[in-house]
């Protein structure tokens, strides 16, 4: 059980185009979801805190129009990179929080390359 | 602030112990977790302490002492297998994203 599948697993895209990334909860309902961030040999980066049914909570220094985030439904997030450019060239991984205290489920992560 | 220290790297050979420190300095607390990762792929769950003590689970076993902010991962009967990442996180509040640490690099080498 608790399982969350992340898609595209990797994505190769072109400087100035949006990227697309699902996160989706196959066995349990995640009224939060959280989206992180791993630049290489560093550690995992909160970007933003994700919530059904209204607006995601962003950390600071992450831009909110640039990582476009919706939580439409309860085994649903999606987190969209707009414009984007080399820099954000990076490993997203999505976490669905289910019931109990240590009920985080990790993705299987997405390797963003913008060339 | 929120800091979660651990050592960046460390070896250890075939067969052997290791342990691996976490500190931590959270608003509040909810619980200590320890996730293996290996180069390219998400972080995959080992274990999971809210309250003081050891939690052994096989190979691998967790220790928490909340007075002093601190936690140990140890790893028995090491195999090559286990060379990874590992990252200690801490929630300081139900509900919240984890806060992880850097991440240790343990190199298991025959």
């Known amino acids: 059980g608790a399982v969350v599948s992340q898609h595209p697993s990797w994505v190769i895209c072109k400087s100035g185009t949006s990227v697309k990334i699902e996160c989706r909860s196959l066995?349990?309902?995640?009224?939060?979801m959280f989206w992180y961030r791993q630049f290489p040999k560093q550690s995992l980066m909160l970007m933003a805190t994700s919530n059904e049914g209204s607006k995601a909570t962003y950390e600071q220094g992450v831009e909110k129009d640039k990582f476009l985030i919706n939580h439409a439904s309860l085994t649903l997030s999606t987190l969209t990179v707009t414009s984007a450019h080399p820099e954000d060239s990076s490993f997203y991984i999505c976490?669905?929080?289910?019931?109990?205290?240590?009920?985080?489920?990790f993705g299987s992560g997405t390797r963003l390359t913008v060339v | 602030g929120q800091n979660i220290d651990q050592p960046t790297e460390m070896t250890a050979t075939e067969g052997a112990i290791v342990q691996i420190n976490c500190t931590y300095q959270?608003?509040?607390?909810?619980?200590l977790f320890w996730y293996q990762q290996h180069a390219g792929e998400a972080p995959t769950f080992l274990s999971y302490n809210v309250l003081d003590g050891l939690e052994e689970k096989g190979r691998f076993s967790s220790f928490l002492s909340r007075s002093k902010g601190y936690s140990y991962l140890l790893l028995k009967e090491l195999q090559m297998k286990d060379s990874a990442s590992y990252l200690c996180?801490?929630?300081?509040?139900?509900?919240?994203?984890?806060?992880f640490g850097k991440g240790t690099t343990l190199s298991v080498s025959s």
């Open positions: 976490s669905a929080l289910r019931q109990g205290a240590s009920g985080y489920t």
């Open positions: 066995d349990f309902q995640a009224t939060t």
């Open positions: 996180a801490a929630s300081n509040q139900a509900g919240t994203a984890l806060i």
């Open positions: 959270t608003s509040g607390f909810n619980g």
